[in-house]
């Protein structure tokens, strides 16, 4: 596997306040990486600077070969570069299907017309059929519950066809099940994008993590698989309070 994400010497700095440090992350290509760390370690930072969305004092990132620091949130975003926030983004009047073909619809590249509605029609079937919501298809996304939501959520960004995914706490405020569901909804996902996820359930993620990566108070503390970094010392110390 290739990187598809590397991140060097990252610092950002606000007003005075370093944010994130010296950091360095890579993700290849293919990879579902979790990302934890006790609240201001740096990790919705470290997204928003993936995304554009805050300029980092020094430092870069590299995506698929293209430096991303510079470019604006929408440049990113044409580069295959997909995020979802911790506050929604569906239009609760609009079904589940136009809520998807509104996403797939803007953020195309511009192509022929005829093109582009046939290219969009099989994205939004794609994102039905991977979250599980083609049943729902034509209920108003206000309906949903918080978990169907979420994956509708999941499914408006695939609509994008992003190469690069970045989901910040997908599965907050998810009953038992629905977080089963998310988890295998990630693995699938995973297996034709890169995925990097923002998550705090530690049941959650030794049911589904591979590699995990944790970050404290701007740094990158350790990476590993989930046992070896529940081992490491420093981790128990700064993250699971032990
Ligand atoms: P996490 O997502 O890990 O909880 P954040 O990346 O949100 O951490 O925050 C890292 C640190 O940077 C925190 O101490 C936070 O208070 C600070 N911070 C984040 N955004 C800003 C901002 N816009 N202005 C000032 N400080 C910020």
Partial sequence: MSDLLQVRGLNVVFSGFRAVTDLDF???AGELRFLIGPNGAGKTTLIDVI?????????SVRFAGAELCGRREHQIVRLGIGR???TSVVFEQLTV???LDLAATFRRPLGTLLRRRRGIADLVASALDTTGLAELANRPAGVLSHGQRQWLEIGMLLAQSPSLLLLDEPVAGMSRDE?????????Q????HTVIVVEHDMDFLRRFASTVTVLHEGRL???GTVAQVQADPRVQEVYLGR
């Fill in 221 to 223: 503390l350790c990476e």
């Fill in 26 to 28: 890579t993700v290849d």
């Fill in 51 to 59: 995304t554009g969305l805050t300029r980092p004092a020094s430092g």
């Fill in 84 to 86: 979802t926030f911790q």
């Fill in 179 to 187: 977080r089963a569901r998310t988890g295998e909804l990630l693995q």
């Fill in 97 to 99: 299907l136009e809520n």
């Fill in 189 to 192: 996902v995973a297996r034709d």
